[in-house]
Each structure stands twice: as C-alpha cells, then as structure tokens.
Nanobody, 126 residues
Framework: QVQLVESGGGSVQSGGSLGLSCAASRWTASSFCMGWVRQAPGKEREGVATIDSDANTVYAESVKGRFSISREKGKVTVYLQMNNLKPEDTAMYTC????????????????????WGLGTQVTVSS
C-alpha cells in the first residue's frame, strides 16, 4: 500500500515562509501527479499546487507567485515552498497523489487523487 509522509508546516507571521515536503513509499507507477490540497475550518477543500512526473505544474490562482512546487527527480517526493504567507493561507495542508497521471493542459491543481497523507497544519498570524 502506498503511503505519503509529510513534513514541514507550523506557524509563521504574515509575510513569512514555510516549506512542506511529501515522500511516497511503495510507489510502483511509472508516472504520477502529486500535490497539496488545503482545507480551512468552514471552507471547501482547495487544490493548492500539483506537479507531475515530467515537472509540469499547476497552481491555484490564490497562491500564484507566492508558492512553488517542485519534485525530486528520480523519486516520488515533492516540495512546496510557501512565501509571503497570508492569514488566509491558514489551513490543514494534505499531500495527495495519483498514479499514471499527466497534467497536460489542466488549469486546476485538484485531481482525483488516489492516495492521501495525514495532513500538516499551517497557521499564519497577522
């Protein structure tokens, strides 16, 4: 069974930076889409950023220019660098992955992910 292990997150003041990482274990598919989904209390789930195994990326409009997703070549590991954080970025961030996936021309980072991590809290204070 595939497992996604997240690290990073925490608390920061507005304008600060945080990084998240997610590593998949027992991954066997030759390609993937992997990304981050966040959900704040009382709000809908939102796809934040997704990358595929060819390093194509897609971002939510709300984080473009501030967040950057990358992957470690040869591994099923992705990183999310979050800069200029705002209080509205406060949420539970969960790593998610979909095997045999390519982003193509999609404009949405929210995919029909198969595997999910446990989530890590990001809190931004004003």
């Amino acid at each position: 069974q595939v497992q996604l292990v997240e690290s990073g997150g925490g608390s920061v003041q507005s304008g600060g930076s945080l990084g998240l990482s997610c590593a998949a274990s027992r991954w066997t598919a030759s390609s993937f889409c992997m990304g981050w989904v966040r959900q704040a209390p009382g709000k809908e789930r939102e796809g934040v950023a997704t990358i595929d195994s060819d390093a194509n990326t897609v971002y939510a409009e709300s984080v473009k220019g501030r967040f950057s997703i990358s992957r470690e070549k040869g591994k099923v590991t992705v990183y999310l660098q979050m800069n200029n954080l705002k209080p509205e970025d406060t949420a539970m961030y969960t790593c998610a992955a979909l095997p045999f996936c390519s982003l193509g021309s999609t404009t949405s980072p929210l995919r029909s992910f198969t595997y999910w991590g446990l989530g890590t809290q990001v809190t931004v204070s004003s």
